[in-house]
């Protein structure tokens, strides 16, 4: 075991408030249930990828920069695109920009100082998120978010590079060894079956919703000032409007998540508290934050008994 493996994460440091982190994203309070704080450390101590699941809106991404922040460690995000290759993730090469930098030495037309570089391979080479972690010095925390919006081929081209925290650079013919090897969370939204090659090399977490207790929790972390009267009222609605749509769209279906209720709260918290709660005793308040597809909203009008212009 090395000392890294020493590593805890508890859940309980948080940032202050307006805080940011290296990455230039804002932090905000994350709340963690003892099961998710065991599966965190089990992926540090055994130094495997931590796959985490879970409806959209839950917190898994943001579970990643929680643990960076509290470790004290680099991170490294990697978001996934449709085209996302996972060679991406190790480095790209500018091959167009090596052949123009030789045809401008070729001509003459570029300065005796650059030389050096053009003539070096490596100059241009750029690391993606995986490959700067390999190379820092310390231990780093990397977020490959949504793997499941790649190719179906993509979490095998990562197998090698996770299991032994290296890989090869073609074009120079460098190996890149992980001098620590990182903590990786890796986040799905189960939009496509992920290969069973690549399940077995990883930890898996579900991310449950959280239940009423810790929603109220997270409203009062992320806007201390506020009466417990209003976050516990807007948790009820927010609760009952789940429900709802729970009844309406089954487990598939898309239903209202944590960081739209921090919007609508938001909203709500701007105005005097018993104008406030007024607004909660009567129809849905700003539900435009809230609900964002036009179904959703024809089923809220047809509960209220509204009338269904579509």
Known sequence: ????????????????????????????????????????????????????KGEPGCGKTRLAYAVAYELGLPFQPWYIKSTS?????????????RLRDAQLVAGRMIKEEDIARISNPASYVQWGAIGKAFKNKKRTVILIDEIDKADIDFPNDLLL??????????????????KEKPIVFITSNDEKDLPDA??????????????????????????????????????ERFQQLREEMHKDKGYSGKKVSTS?????????????????????????????????????HRRYLARMGGKDKG
């Not at 290759?85 to 920009?97: E, F, Q, S, V």
């Not at 996770?162 to 190996?175: A, G, H, K, N, Q």
């Open 85 to 97: 290759r996972a060679k991406d993730g190790l480095y790209t090469y500018d091959t167009i920009g």
């Open 1 to 52: 075991m090395n000392q890294n493996q020493n590593m805890k994460y508890t859940g309980k440091v948080q940032p202050q408030p307006g805080e940011k982190d290296t990455s230039e994203r804002p932090l905000f309070p994350y709340l963690p249930n003892e099961e998710l704080i065991e599966a965190v450390n089990l992926a540090i101590q055994l130094e495997r990828p931590l796959l985490l």
């Open 260 to 296: 739209e209720l921090i919007d609508w709260f938001n909203i709500l918290q701007s105005h005097p508290e018993d104008e406030a709660l007024k607004k909660l005793e009567g129809k849905l308040p700003y539900p435009g934050v809230l609900l964002k597809s036009y179904d959703d």
């Open 198 to 235: 690549f399940l077995r090399r990883c930890l898996f977490h579900y991310v449950e919703f959280p239940d009423y207790e810790r929603l109220v929790e997270i409203i009062q972390q992320f806007f201390p000032i506020t009466s417990q009267t209003l976050a516990q009222k807007a948790v």
């Open 161 to 178: 590079e996770l299991d032994e925290s290296r890989f090869l650079v073609e074009e120079t013919s460098e190996i890149v060894q992980a």
